[in-house]
């Protein structure tokens, strides 16, 4: 929208042609998203407050969780809003990469959303049941897999990167190709909502996962830089950059808020909308592996669920003393606090080792 009018004046004031510069207009982003969070934030607490919108707290876990019952949840509303109208902001609304992810994130925003109205509003702890949940999120990853595939315009926007191997790439039909794009979109936005279970644990990860993604986009979408490092080359990918600065900008902000003690949640409405996102972003940009490294502790939590669970129904033993991870370590004697920044220190250093197979090939 900001684009258009920039552009537009540009034809009269060259001063208003910087805005063509997609590094500015994601660095924008970012403080658009920030300030936009910060402003409406204690608001939607008051709000979500008063309308007695509080989080449940499992009886199983860690004593110390107790306090939080009825802490305002459905905070992820606020990032969602915050990306939203920053993105229809300072986008390129005639990149179809734009709409895209927009419409993704906001369709697995849509499923949370009603996912925690049940839970908290209606008292129905069971929420959006498990097969509904999975299904709308299957039709939402299958219909922007489909939509992909059809838009592939190089074979090389089809293909499984590989990295640190500057020319290993695997080569993937039709019905491989969708299939990766599924479970890479609904694999992050469940990982994410795993994840989220502490206070400021899952946000901050995905803030520097998504700073890390916006620098594949602005490479893949820059043809010098493309061939230079190596890359894919997905023109039109480099406008991603300014909704990844929107998701880190509302992301930062948010987590000044959902800071320990945290003042609200963001519920399964914005855990599962930001995984999504992540996983749609990294597969355009053709990083799908990569963000198997950075999101490491997105996996971490996810997988640890996933061998408790097997392990209790194939033995009636458990691996952990409570699943996802972070509880684990919690039950070990960490602190939340502890947990929370280490899980952050890994994740720094594993983005660093992900945005290293830029060069590192």
């Not at 609304?93 to 949370?112: E, P």
């Not at 996983?279 to 592996?289: C, K, Y």
């Not at 640890?304 to 209790?312: E, I, R, T």
């Amino acid at each position: 929208m900001l684009l258009s009018l920039a552009q537009w004046l540009a034809q009269d004031i060259r001063v208003f042609s910087v805005f063509n510069y997609i590094t500015l207009r994601a660095v924008l982003a970012a403080m658009t998203a920030l300030i936009i969070s910060f402003l409406v934030g204690p608001a939607m607490i008051r709000k979500l407050t008063a309308y007695k919108i509080g989080q449940s707290v499992r009886t199983d876990g860690p004593q110390t969780h107790l306090v939080k019952a009825g802490t305002p949840t459905m905070g992820g509303a606020l990032i969602l809003t915050s990306i939203a109208i920053t993105t229809l902001l300072w986008g390129d609304l005639h990149n179809q990469y734009i709409w895209v992810v927009l419409l993704t994130t906001m369709g697995f925003g849509a499923i949370g959303w009603v996912d925690d109205y049940r839970k908290v509003v209606h008292r129905n702890p069971k929420g959006l049941s498990a097969k509904a949940k999975m299904f709308w999120q299957s039709l939402i990853a299958l219909v922007v897999a489909a939509y992909l595939w059809q838009h592939a315009s190089l074979p090389a926007h089809t293909e499984l990167i590989v990295p640190f191997f500057k020319s290993v790439a695997i080569p993937l039909g039709a019905a491989a190709f969708i299939v990766l794009v599924y479970l890479v979109i609904v694999g992050t936005s469940n990982a994410v909502n795993l994840t989220d279970g502490l206070d400021g644990l899952a946000i901050l990860p995905t803030v520097m996962v998504s700073g890390a993604l916006g620098i594949f986009a602005y490479v893949a979408g820059h043809v010098v830089f493309a061939k230079y490092l190596g890359v894919p080359h997905v023109p039109g990918a480099g406008e991603l950059a300014v909704f990844c600065g929107a998701i880190a900008g509302a992301g930062l902000a948010f987590l000044w808020f959902n800071a320990y003690p945290a003042e609200v949640f963001m519920g399964d409405v914005g855990a599962l909308a930001l995984g999504a996102a992540l996983g749609v972003v990294a597969v355009i940009v053709r990083q799908e592996l990569v963000l198997f490294i950075m999101g490491g502790v997105f996996v971490m939590e996810a997988v640890s669920v996933m061998l408790q669970v097997g392990s209790f129904k194939l033995t009636g033993k458990r691996i952990f003393r409570m699943a996802p991870l972070h509880h684990h370590y919690e039950l070990k004697g960490w602190k939340e606090t502890q947990v929370v920044v280490r899980f952050w220190i890994i994740t720094m250093m594993l983005v660093l080792l992900g945005l290293a197979t830029l060069k590192l090939r």
